[in-house]
Each structure stands twice: as structure tokens, then as C-alpha cells.
């Protein structure tokens, strides 16, 4: 069996413009770029600011961290008193730090959970307690 013959040997590609595109059509002007007109797309009026100035994007806020750990100490309750002074000693700090940032921290319900928390272990352990040293006079 015979090879077929090969065939012609490719021609020169066609020409290309810059980063491998295909050259313009002879003949062919690009058109004038204008520049676009006021009030019709582009970026916003305000720019990208800093937050707080007219046009601007707003800040995010931040959850306070002393109402977080307010929340979490009170959790602790069942442990000993101390976390449950600690989650109310938190929960108030928390509290005047919020609303001295004047909306830049929030968190005010983790605080109240925190200090309600911390409020309710210290009355069951106190209930503990009495009940407890009930029982020893009793005896």
C-alpha cells in the first residue's frame, strides 16, 4: 500500500493585529472614542470616599466584643458566681460603650442577654446556697 501524496504546503497566516487579533479590514477607520455624557453611566457622583461624607458608601458596624463576651459569660452561669458577676459587670460596660459610639457599634442585645444571664445564674447559685446552708442548720 502507497502513501497518498502530501499536499501543498500551508500558506502564510493571515496578518494579525496586536495581541493576536485579527488585522482591521482594508478600508476600515475606526470611529472617534467621545467622551460620555453627564448623567449617563460611569461611577457614582459621591466617588469612593471615606464612610461618614456626603455620596459616600456607608461604615459597617462592629459588634461590640465587651457584649459578646458579656453573652458568653453568662452562659457560664452553672460554673461558679464569678461568671455571672462578670457577664453583668461586662453587659454594662458594653452597654455605655454602644451607646457612646453614637451607632457604631451594636451588639445592645447580646449585652442585655449577657446581664440577664449573669443576673439569673447569681440568684439560682444564691437559691443554692440558701437552700444549702438551710439543709446544714437543719441537721
Given at each position: 500500500?502507497?502513501?497518498p501524496?502530501?499536499g501543498?504546503?500551508?500558506?502564510?497566516?493571515?496578518?494579525?493585529?496586536?495581541?493576536?487579533?485579527p488585522?482591521?479590514?482594508?478600508?476600515?477607520?475606526?470611529?472617534?472614542?467621545?467622551?460620555?455624557?453627564?448623567?449617563?453611566g460611569?461611577?457614582?457622583?459621591?466617588?469612593?470616599?471615606?464612610?461618614?461624607?456626603?455620596?459616600?458608601?456607608?461604615?459597617?458596624q462592629?459588634?461590640?466584643g465587651?457584649?459578646?463576651a458579656?453573652?458568653?459569660t453568662?452562659?457560664?452561669?452553672?460554673?461558679?458566681?464569678?461568671?455571672?458577676i462578670?457577664?453583668?459587670?461586662?453587659g454594662?460596660?458594653?452597654?455605655?460603650?454602644?451607646?457612646?459610639?453614637?451607632?457604631?457599634?451594636?451588639g445592645?442585645?447580646?449585652?442585655?442577654?449577657?446581664?440577664?444571664?449573669?443576673?439569673?445564674?447569681?440568684?439560682?447559685?444564691?437559691?443554692?446556697?440558701?437552700g444549702?446552708?438551710i439543709?446544714?442548720?437543719?441537721?
Open positions: 500500500m502507497s502513501q501524496p502530501p501543498p504546503p500551508p500558506g502564510p497566516s493571515p496578518p494579525s493585529g496586536p495581541w493576536g487579533a488585522a482591521p479590514t482594508p478600508g476600515w477607520t475606526p470611529q472617534p472614542q467621545t467622551q460620555p455624557q453627564p448623567g449617563w460611569g461611577y457614582p457622583a459621591g466617588g469612593y470616599g471615606a464612610g461618614g461624607y456626603p455620596g459616600s458608601y456607608p461604615t459597617r462592629k459588634t461590640s465587651l457584649a459578646v458579656s453573652l458568653v453568662g452562659l457560664l452561669f452553672w460554673c461558679f458566681v464569678i461568671p455571672g462578670v457577664a453583668v459587670v461586662l454594662h460596660l458594653a452597654l455605655e460603650q454602644i451607646e457612646d459610639s453614637a451607632g457604631a457599634k451594636t445592645r442585645g447580646l449585652a442585655i442577654a449577657g446581664i440577664v444571664l449573669g443576673w439569673v445564674g447569681i440568684g439560682i447559685l444564691g437559691i443554692v446556697a440558701a444549702w446552708v439543709t446544714l442548720l437543719g441537721t
